[in-house]
């Protein structure tokens, strides 16, 4: 789950608000907030999702460190 907390920065660093982010990616504003707070891990489904969404690798997404925030950011 800390991995997947990294869509928190990924949002952030890509300028976007929770409910914005939800909306255009076309996933529920709740269940990306608990994505973001690792009480619930995106199935394979929703990681492409986000990843095509935030034009990243779902490997980006899965990453610890500050690597995706910077990707997303350039």
């Given at each position: ?24 990616a ?47 950011a350039?």
């Amino acid at each position: 789950t800390e991995a997947i907390m990294s869509l928190r920065a990924i949002r952030l660093a890509a300028g976007k608000g929770l409910n914005q982010t939800a909306r255009e990616a076309g996933v529920p504003a709740p269940r990306l907030s608990q994505w973001e707070t690792g009480k619930v891990t995106p199935d394979t489904k929703n990681l492409v999702k986000l990843a095509a969404f935030y034009g990243c690798t779902v490997d980006a997404l899965l990453r610890q460190d500050d690597a995706p925030a910077a990707e997303v950011a350039s």
